[in-house]
């Protein structure tokens, strides 16, 4: 299957192309009523796949769809459906239906559903399920959004010192299907406090006599209920972990993460970065899913924000009217100096937020990145600003003029580099996201500044 | 261990002082020449934390801090340093010593420091390593970088059809110490094509009579050695893998790629997004250890590109002259004008950009992406367009000049909304990265345009 590859006339990859074949098969053979037809067709392809093609499908067939499935599969795709599908689908199913499925999603996946829904429904959902996954599901929503404790899963394995390898091999066999991994596993006391680690590997290489309580790793790198998703994210990147434990607050396992989640979680929390460098502020749902008033809502406030602040460089090309009516041609250089600025300042800004979300920025004191951003923009700013006296020149004749054009842009790109290093800095100290020195921001201060630095120094040297 | 909370006083994590405390007690002890003190504060300390560790130390002290180290460990923690301290270690080693720990790395982890060194140093090394360690090396350096090829593993398990369960176990034990992993296994035929995947919590779960061929999943999702490395960090998050089976041009299975792996490929290509979106040039190296005049190549490309679309806008404004002479206050909107423009289009441009990064557009079409964000910036123009009115009213009194401003923003703000989510798709159509249609890239064009309209409406209403 993975080797077909049909000549592509798009930019589409093999795999996507095989995904939007499959989506369109499906859709003729439930418009011909050929169950059968669909349901082979479905076999080869993986849960992700379904999910994908069943959302491409009309609302009305996408049920139908869902049916052909075989009850494994079908809680598979389910959990990987968007959460629109899957409530739509929700209000198609039988009452037995709705039981089994939610009862046997893994209570994360579960619970990210529960937060799309409304109360009462959640309500209603949770009076159906089984006893252990209303408690499993319970204790997850107990969490903050966000944490440690709203994203695990209580499906873990846990293991007993006094237990041989033999005896723990049997356990495992007989619970494998129903945890979330078998591959990381977990030591703990009588009061279920978490003392060691064991990798399934350890376990298949060690001899059947052994004692858990002698091979597992007893320092255990763990997370509290209370840690934040990306925080989780990042050490298990870190250490290269399949999964973390999850501790309460007296050090009891309440439950694990697993690395698959963790992908996920990286790149909700690299959009929130890209989308907050952009000036677009952080919703609750999907961008392309708001509605026009959300979307606005969204990105008002930084466009306000960039406006008010705006007006000041309005107001000190106000105050310079005289200079500018006696010398109307450093009008016609003020978008290259305000805007060179701008971009050497988010070309810098933009470089140490990464640093600082990716911690690559550790080892290096903020003093010496300041400084080293400002003399990239020193040596920008030199390169550029010979440009703009040649240029300056060509347009109007006057040399003077062209050198005070100049000596703006290069002072200008230092500052605006030197601010855009060191405000990142700034707000990450003060507890903010340093992303919120966004392109709008860095352009809008360089405006300020730029205006102020042009018309000082055409007063200077052009004298006033 | 992890329970460990000191009371914060910076904005570190718990695990983050952690780690320092490690750093500077190590310093301190292997001042003191303490060798025993300094194993033993690393016993229980991750091969991550302790590379950073090691990161920290003068240089003159990390070899020393690195031959504290178990033989198993030195090659664990070799693996996570930085290729900056690889090579000054290499340096530091005996003949022996380097020959033990290149030829003990895993093969991927190798290939990455060897990027990193001299092609004479490599040559040298290579001739070192032993001929099956040589041959994983030589395999993985023979395709090109960022590819499958180059970033798989030669260490895998593969399984024949034919063997048993109790077989394969036998198999497994024997071996799980020189794999990269063993819950991904894969089956191959005569010919080492792949036909099939086992987990290894299939394995656990089946009675150990039953034969491979019949248990295995014969719809094996795999890349070729070609694929890029992107691709494959997408669809292990797609699916959910823990690992993913490369194959050649004649689906024989050469390799795997491991979850681990692919966290760091998302960063790597993440920090890529991010700085081309802040119009940084992608280069070699990272970029706070780049030489300022690297930086500086990296930076100028797209300065120079903006600089000189952004003359067009001084030749517009040159033209107009007369008009400005007459009309001196509309100077002091042109900053207004031109930035929210820029910013208004960024924001459509990032949001239209991660969602093409991320595929999560592929239901949208492009003209309905266009004209939902030509309507959000129709909105959000008439909201800054309205504020524009009143301020300009406020500062010069002239009501139809006004009117001129606000019709402007609320123009250049549908235009440069329907600009920044359009060029994306176009670039992406034409087979380049949709996010060179940077901020400062989008600033420029709102810039350009928002003078043209300003002062057509200016000489179309103030009748000139």
Redesign the interface.
């Known amino acids: ?3 077909a590859r049909p000549p592509s006339t798009s ?1 589409l ?1 093999p ?1 996507q192309e095989l995904r939007q074949l499959v989506c369109s098969e499906l859709k003729i053979l439930l418009e011909q009523e050929n169950w059968s037809g669909a349901k082979v067709i479905l ?4 849960p ?1 796949d379904i999910a994908e093609a069943i ?2 499908l009309p609302e009305a067939m996408q049920a139908l769809a869902f049916r052909l499935l075989a009850k494994d599969e079908a809680i598979a795709v389910y959990e990987e459906l968007d959460p629109n599908v899957q409530q739509v689908l929700l209000q198609d199913f039988s009452r037995e239906d709705v039981r089994t499925i939610i009862d046997q999603m893994s209570p994360d996946e579960r619970v990210k559903l529960f937060e799309e829904l409304p109360a009462k429904v959640v309500r209603k959902l949770l009076a159906q399920l089984s006893a252990s996954e209303r408690e499993a599901t319970a204790l997850l929503l107990g969490y903050q959004p966000e944490t440690a404790g709203r994203i695990m899963t209580p499906e873990y394995l846990s293991l007993k010192e006094r237990w041989t390898v033999a005896q723990t ?1 049997q356990k ?2 007989r619970l ?2 129903t945890k979330e991994t ?2 990381s596993l977990y030591v703990t006391d009588n009061q279920h406090c978490l003392t060691g680690f064991l990798s ?2 350890d376990l ?2 060690a001899q059947p006599e052994q004692i858990i309580g002698e091979i597992a790793e ?6 509290h209920t209370d840690t934040s998703q990306e ?1 989780v994210a990042r ?6 972990f ?1 999964a973390l434990p999850v ?1 309460d607050a007296e ?1 009891r396992l309440v439950g694990i993460i697993t ?2 989640d ?3 979680i ?2 909700a929390e ?2 929130k ?3 907050t ?4 502020q952080v919703g609750d749902s ?3 899913q708001s509605t ?2 959300s ?2 809502r969204r ?2 406030f ?3 924000t ?2 008010l602040i ?2 000041l ?3 000190i ?2 105050a310079q ?1 005289q200079l ?2 006696q010398m ?2 450093l ?6 100096l ?3 600025g ?3 300042g ?2 810098s ?3 140490v ?3 600082l979300n ?1 911690q ?2 550790r ?2 004191g903020v003093l010496g ?1 300041v400084k ?1 951003e400002a ?2 923009g020193a ?2 700013g030199l ?2 600003g010979l ?2 006296v040649a ?1 300056a020149y060509l ?2 004749g006057n040399l003077l003029v062209a050198v005070v054009v100049g000596i703006s842009l290069l002072l200008i790109s230092i500052l605006a580099s030197a601010i855009g290093a060191a405000l990142p800095f700034l707000f ?2 003060l ?1 903010l996201d340093p992303a919120l020195m966004s ?2 921001v860095m ?2 201060i360089a ?1 300020v500044f730029g ?1 102020l630095i042009y018309f000082y120094l055409a007063q200077l040297i052009l004298r006033f």
Not at 43 to 46: R, T, Y
Not at 218 to 223: A, I, L, Q, R, T
Not at 277 to 280: E, P, R, T
């Open positions: 299957m993975t080797q930019n990859n795999r076999l080869p392809v993986q992700a959302e491409g091999f495992i066999r494998a299907l078998i591959y399934l590997r298949v290489i007893p320092h255990v790198v763990s997370v925080e050490l298990l990147q870190r250490y290269d399949l501790v050090n690395v698959d963790v992908i996920d990286l790149e690299t959009t970065d890209i989308h460098l952009g000036g677009v999907h961008y392309f026009i008033l979307i606005v990105r008002a930084w466009l306000i960039v406006f705006t007006t460089a309005s107001l090309i106000k009217e500018l009516r109307i041609v009008v016609a250089f003020m978008p290259l305000i805007d060179t701008g971009d050497v988010c070309q800004s933009t470089v937020i990464r640093g990716t690559s920025l080892q290096y990145i080293r003399m990239a040596l920008l390169i550029l440009g703009a240029w347009l109007q990450s100290w507890g392109a709008p352009t809008t405006d205006v």
